[in-house]
């Protein structure tokens, strides 16, 4: 499957599910539109006999300036497909459930997420201090409206 | 002896051992002299890389991303142009593309080389550091002629390359390669069937597939495993698709077929380097970008390539008519290793720990970001 026919499959496999972003610039993109089905559609495109999705390559945590967006980039080593999903979140339910038991590599993934952005992570089992230091009391540093006390931001040319 | 006292107790290994390639600590647990639970403390080279790519431009971005995995910084380079030339829509001139090739593959070869040296000097082998920082030497003066640096490159840039190569490249890089081959083979005669060396590694850290696959191990470590996975071939980027190179693999995931996949991967790589200088054309060196005005139209991808250590892959997401990113987010393979890594550690002893951290080629810049 190329591209096209891979964006296709997805999208006829899981209509109600996923939606094409026309903002994905390499491979697709999409939209998942049930975010409590997380862990039951990753699920199933690793076990889909036909994509193997059994490689998480990355997930992280954006924040727009409007909301929380965390974004998962999957590929298959089987089957050499590769694509990304992502789903909305609102400031005040940023929460999302852990997909270890998708990919177990999933953890320090959404350790990160959870501290560098204050997304909390249902079921993760060891959400503690990681890259920061153990005292750290100074919020989100990943968040927009985060800078560090003494950043001084030039002004735009 | 009935009545005694045994209980498991914790050793505290780093963040200031030598043998963790930049500062990480281990927290073991110990039964006497096995580990029973391993847990890496990272966050000690912390520099918040991506907060920063935030508050600059996309030209900005790369000096900064010459940090983030400084053994192969050309990697860190190419990763950050190419994904933004997706995510504009720019097209690389076809002598770029042939540099940036000849020197990501120089680049390999140094970084395993200096995972050969520390490796053989972590497992008690003084020589082979010598003879791998000779040969890293060679390439380093041949970064050096090209663009100035020795460590952080700042090299590949977003459109094409910083500067053609000069007249005296092509020779120095030709009598280099013309004698690499017979390096490694003298490398291997120290290392490959010295019995010491057999036993620090055979049978040690072994990953199984599955493990392997879960955790997203990648690069060598992964084709130790058996896994024939290399994203050269497998998701070509830039011009991969038009070299003849051999993907080496292993069999059971252990540290010594790990050891045996690098030291053919610097062979392959060498290969690769010969075919480049082979077909390079003459032309432009880079495509029209000016990076004080540049800005990327809306759009968000996740591009990865096949570096030294496994896949570096960057997630950029820009808005419309802004001069900088909204998000950049940095996978460095190194992150995935360590993150395996306690898993094949148990069981072992405290020493094997040295040498299954040297042979997945873990370095924390990578790790920490």
């Given at each position: 499957m190329n591209r096209d026919e891979l964006a296709k499959y997805l999208l006829d496999k899981f209509p109600d599910t996923l939606e094409l972003l026309e903002t994905g610039k390499a491979e697709p993109f999409f939209l998942?539109?049930?975010?409590?089905?997380l862990v039951e559609f990753c699920r199933a495109i690793r076990d889909d006999v036909e994509l193997r999705m059994d490689y998480l390559c990355q997930m992280c945590g954006v924040d727009t300036g409007e909301n929380f967006e965390v974004v998962y980039s999957v590929a298959s080593v089987k089957k050499r497909y590769r694509f990304d999903f992502k789903f909305p979140l609102p400031y005040n339910k940023a929460e999302i459930d852990s997909v270890q038991t998708v990919w177990a590599g999933a953890n320090w993934f959404e350790r990160e997420t959870w501290e560098l952005y204050g997304i909390n992570v249902r079921n993760h089992g060891n959400l503690t201090r990681f890259l920061l230091p153990d005292n750290w009391d100074q919020g989100f540093p990943m968040r927009k409206d985060w800078d560090a006390p003494d950043f001084k931001r030039l002004p735009e040319v | 002896m009935a009545d005694l006292r045994t209980e498991e107790f914790v050793v505290n290994m780093g963040p200031?051992?030598?043998?963790?390639?930049?500062v990480c600590r281990f927290v073991l647990t110990m039964d006497g002299e096995v580990i029973v639970k391993a847990e890496p403390v990272i966050g000690y080279l912390h520099r918040a890389l991506e907060k920063i790519c935030e508050n600059r431009t996309y030209a900005q971005c790369i000096p900064v991303l010459d940090?983030?995995?400084?053994?192969?910084s050309m990697s860190c380079n190419q990763v950050f142009a190419l994904a933004t030339e997706k995510l504009a829509g720019i097209e690389v001139p076809e002598r770029a593309e042939y540099l940036r090739v000849i020197m990501l593959e120089l680049n390999r070869i140094a970084s395993h080389l200096i995972w050969l040296g520390t490796t053989s000097l972590d497992l008690g082998a003084l020589t082979p550091f010598l003879y791998a920082f000779r040969e890293r030497e060679d390439i380093l003066d041949l970064f050096e002629m090209t663009c100035g640096q020795r460590l952080t490159y700042n090299y590949i840039r977003v459109g094409g390359v910083a500067k053609d190569i000069p007249a005296e490249f092509i020779p120095k890089a030709k009598k280099f390669l013309s004698t690499f081959d017979h390096k490694v083979d003298d490398y291997e005669r120290v290392l490959t069937e010295n019995p010491i060396f057999i036993a620090r590694n055979q049978n040690i850290g072994v990953m199984s597939q599955e493990l392997a696959i879960a955790y997203g191990v990648s690069g060598p470590n992964l084709r130790a495993t058996g896994i024939k996975f290399d994203l050269r071939r497998d998701d070509p980027y830039s011009i991969y698709d038009r070299f003849k190179f051999d993907i080496p693999t292993g069999q059971n995931g252990d540290c010594y077929d790990r050891y045996r996949v690098r030291m053919q991967e610097m062979r392959e790589s060498a290969k690769i380097v010969r075919q480049a200088i082979e077909q390079l054309p003459e032309g432009e060196i880079s495509a029209k970008f000016n990076p004080l005005v540049f800005k990327a139209p809306a759009g968000e991808l996740y591009s990865r390539i096949e570096n030294s250590r496994g896949e570096m892959g960057v997630y950029i997401q820009s808005r419309d008519k802004e001069k900088k990113p909204l998000r950049v987010k940095l996978r460095g393979s190194s992150y995935n290793h360590l993150q395996a890594m306690p898993h094949v550690l148990v069981g072992h002893k405290i020493a094997d720990v040295v040498a299954v951290m040297a042979s997945l080629d873990i370095i924390m810049p990578d790790v920490d970001r």
């Open positions: 998942l539109k049930k975010p409590d089905g | 200031h051992h030598p043998s963790t390639h930049g940090r983030f995995e400084y053994c192969t």
